[in-house]
């Protein structure tokens, strides 16, 4: 019995998974706590959604801030019409819904910064899901006699999708870990610093207490020290 490629696609829910986070195809992370990909520049179909989703977004901040235009209008100039009091209204609600707006893509923006390296490896695992369906497509017209059986070599092709499969679940772990712990990377020479400084302080204490009870306690110590430095040593490779 033939493997079935499908098998092998890595879906959304696979990915949000690996990644942590919600993911689609023009959001990673949501609409409000994550960014757009940059892929969606790239297909007219994702372009198309993306700018529903702005207009969307733009009428549900009008609704919330209605009540800042009452607000605002509920005590009119002596004299000023209801037409001029009603333009005054609509200004004052777009005026700070266009606000919250850009503010809204601005935050999309800069988010994007720091979730760029997973949208490339999304990217790369849509490529892939792509040649998965090209494979299935290959085998429904071979199964009609539209292509001939050998056209490809099918187990060569799964094995190697296999692989790049595994590959690419292992960047998304990777990815992942190293986004969730960018403040412990950040600080990583403050770390190494207080790590040797610490070190320096148990070679002074053990060459001190070298003949006391506490000699040997101090001696582990320094071993643990020197693993722990080790290992973050490894880390920052």
């Given at each position: ?7 092998l696609?890595i879906?959304?829910g696979?990915?949000?998974?690996l990644?942590?986070?919600?993911i ?27 700018f ?22 509920q005590?009119p ?11 005054q ?19 999309l ?34 199964a009609?006699?539209h292509?001939?059986?050998n ?6 092709v ?28 950040a ?15 148990l ?12 000699g040997?306690?101090?001696?582990e ?16 490779n």
């Amino acid at each position: 019995m033939q493997s079935d490629p499908k098998d092998l696609r890595i879906d959304e829910g696979e990915l949000e998974t690996l990644s942590g986070l919600d993911i689609n195809d023009i959001f990673v992370g949501g609409i409000f706590g994550g960014t757009y990909r940059p892929s969606v520049w790239r297909n007219s179909k994702k372009l198309f959604f993306f700018f529903l989703t702005e207009i969307s977004v733009f009428v549900l901040i009008l609704v919330f801030t209605l009540p800042i235009g009452f607000i605002l209008t509920q005590n009119p100039t002596p004299g000023m019409g209801e037409i001029h009091r009603a333009l005054q209204f609509l200004t004052i609600n777009l005026s700070v819904a266009g606000v919250l707006m850009l503010g809204w893509n601005f935050y999309l923006w800069n988010k994007q910064k720091s979730l760029a390296p997973l949208a490339k490896l999304l990217d790369e695992v849509d490529k892939y899901n792509e040649v998965i369906k090209a494979v299935e497509i290959i085998d429904k017209l071979a199964a009609v006699g539209h292509l001939p059986a050998n056209l490809i070599n099918r187990d060569e092709v799964l094995q190697v999708l296999q692989v790049t499969r595994e590959s690419l679940i292992c960047a998304l772990m990777t990815e992942k870990i190293l986004r969730q712990h960018k403040s412990f990377i950040a600080r990583r020479h403050e770390l190494f610093t207080n790590i040797e400084n610490n070190l320096l302080t148990l070679r002074t204490l053990e060459v001190n207490s070298q003949a006391s009870e506490y000699g040997q306690l101090l001696n582990e110590a320094l071993q643990i020290g020197m693993s722990v430095y080790k290992e973050v040593k490894k880390l920052q490779n």
